[in-house]
């Protein structure tokens, strides 16, 4: 039982490429999020969604975009990266009510040159 | 938006020593966990815990909700419980606010 799994585990992107990030989860999750980690910063969140299909912003959408086309699967996109995203991104799933019980995956590390 | 503030901001432990970390929030929340982000910059799920008192070995929590606070004790710590240690609250908003932690290092 693999939990949450981040793909890419490190990227590092010139201002203006695009990227994606992949979020699997093998619970039958129904709740999946992205979260920025900034340093000496807690986590904030991007987007978030509900189920398949669904997608929502959190706190910190700007410059970013999420698909939810299957249950298991959570994407995050960049369009054209700048520099304030270098990051460290995590994702979570819940199988509960809304931030109920939260599973990390193990973070993917971005920097924007 | 619900402010969580978590203090000792930094803690340094001799080894075998016991320790108190606590977290206050300024609103009523629906929910609170305690994660545990080690070294490697993993998260790790250690409580949930909106209202009462959980254990589990030399670790345990317990949250006041009627007075917006949360404390994590750890006994008998050891160098492995280095880390961060994030406090998280859930108002019904749609999003879990985390505060800035309380980086704990243990010494051997």
């Known amino acids: 039982n693999a939990g949450v799994t981040q793909t890419p585990k490190f990227r590092v992107l010139k201002t203006g490429q695009s990227m994606t990030l992949l979020c699997a989860q093998d619970m039958n999750h129904e709740y999946m999020y992205w979260y920025r980690q900034d340093p000496g910063m807690g986590l904030r969140l991007i987007h978030y969604s509900v189920g398949e299909g669904t997608t929502a912003k959190g706190e910190v959408p700007d410059g970013y975009n999420v698909s939810r086309l299957k249950k298991q699967n959570f994407l995050l996109g960049l369009e054209s990266a700048a520099p304030s995203q270098t990051s460290v991104y995590f994702c979570?799933?819940?199988?509960?009510?809304?931030?109920?019980?939260?599973?990390f995956g193990e973070g993917s590390r971005l920097t924007v040159l | 938006g619900i402010q969580v503030e978590q203090s000792p901001p930094d803690l340094i432990l001799q080894e075998g020593a016991n320790s108190t970390l606590r977290c206050n929030f300024s609103d009523s929340v629906n929910n609170l966990q305690w994660f545990h982000q080690n070294p490697w910059g993993q998260l790790i799920n250690l409580f949930y815990?909106?209202?009462g008192t959980k254990q589990n070995g030399r670790l345990s929590a317990t949250t006041v909700a009627t007075e917006r606070y949360s404390l994590l004790y750890i006994s008998s710590s050891q160098t492995t419980d280095s880390g961060v240690y994030f406090c998280a609250v859930e108002t019904g908003a749609n999003n879990l606010f985390f505060g800035t932690g309380t980086r704990l290092t243990v010494i051997p």
């Open positions: 815990i909106p209202s």
């Open positions: 979570a799933s819940a199988g509960r009510e809304w931030a109920g019980e939260l599973f």
